[in-house]
């Protein structure tokens, strides 16, 4: 499975941006989503994550209520919307795909993650 992140770039705050990520390689269907971030100097930490048909989401409470985080499984992409943007939220985005997961279940661990895309740097000016 290869997951191919794209669509980030430099946003003053209070604005939005919207990063994609696209899989192949595999049965899209078949996995859970989810996406995390570096910052500089700061360990990787978990943002969303997303069931396999996109019916249930979670979030890290720094984002609730300011992220989307949304899939289309014919495309083969998730995607993460990010509003309201703050000077915080500047890290290297990173989309990851868990296998032999429930329906239903999602996961903020890293650890449950078989497969990493790239990253996508985001940069928030203040």
């Known amino acids: 499975v290869q997951l191919q992140a794209s669509g980030g770039g430099l946003v003053q705050a209070g604005g939005s941006l919207s990063v994609s990520c696209e899989a192949s390689g595999g049965t899209f269907s078949n996995y859970a989503m989810g996406w995390f971030r570096q910052a500089p100097g700061k360990e990787r930490e978990f943002v969303a994550t997303i069931s396999r048909s996109g019916t249930n989401t979670n979030y890290a409470d720094s984002v609730k209520g300011r992220f989307t985080i949304s899939r289309d499984n014919a495309k083969n992409t998730v995607y993460l919307q990010m509003n309201s943007l703050q000077p915080e939220d500047t890290a290297v985005y990173y989309c990851?795909?868990?296998?032999?997961?429930?329906?239903?279940?999602?996961?903020?661990?890293?650890?449950?993650?078989?497969?990493w895309g790239q990253g996508t740097l985001v940069t928030v000016s203040s």
């Open positions: 990851a795909a868990v296998l032999r997961i429930s329906q239903g279940a999602t996961s903020s661990r890293a650890v449950n993650y078989n497969y």
